[in-house]
């Protein structure tokens, strides 16, 4: 009988941490470390988490020493490599509260593009950077697998997280 309690403790145990911790369904999500100390402590990424939902794009931005100012973007492609695509670019000013806009790349430029819901924030408190994208803001680039990549730039100085090359949609 004692077996028997301690078995279905432990399962019931079990069963509540994969509970916690699992991904909402229709979503994946990955995360990247990047190299510490590779750019200025203000902008230098230590980890990029990126999500892929039906819909919606993002990336959470961890940076410990996040400074006042400066700008973070996340580049979404529907191909493997960043050829063309969306830059959503989130700007933090002192004083002010963080904006954020989207662009399109075309190889050639980045065009401005209108966005209902684009969402960005900057975080000193706990040293993150979001941008959020609604895939319905995406149009020609709403596949099912997407690259992803997240940077942080001040001035002439920037700090690239590693990218993911296929984010599938949950």
């Known amino acids: 009988m004692r077996t028997q309690i301690m078995t279905i403790t432990v399962g019931m145990a079990c069963t509540a941490a994969l509970a916690l911790t699992a ?3 229709g979503a994946d999500t990955r995360a990247r470390t990047d190299a510490r100390r590779d ?3 203000s902008i230098d990424i230590s980890r990029a988490t990126y999500r892929h939902t039906g819909s919606r794009v993002s990336t959470t931005i961890r940076v410990p ?9 996340l580049a979404i492609s529907r191909y493997g490599i960043f050829e063309a695509g969306y830059v ?11 904006k954020a806009r ?11 593009r209108a966005c209902m819901g684009l969402r960005g924030t900057w975080k000193r408190s706990t040293g993150t950077i979001t941008v959020s994208v609604p895939r319905t803001c995406l149009p020609g680039h709403r596949t099912r697998r997407l690259y992803v990549a997240a940077r942080t730039m ?8 590693p990218a993911v090359t296929r984010l599938r949609r949950g």
């Open 65 to 73: 020493h996040l400074g006042k100012q400066g700008r973070a973007s």
């Open 23 to 25: 991904s909402p369904a």
């Open 154 to 161: 001040r001035g002439d100085a920037f700090d690239d997280a």
């Open 88 to 98: 959503a670019v989130v700007r933090k000013m002192p004083g002010q509260r963080a």
């Open 102 to 112: 989207l662009f399109f790349f075309d190889h050639f430029q980045n065009r401005p």
């Open 39 to 41: 750019a200025p402590a």
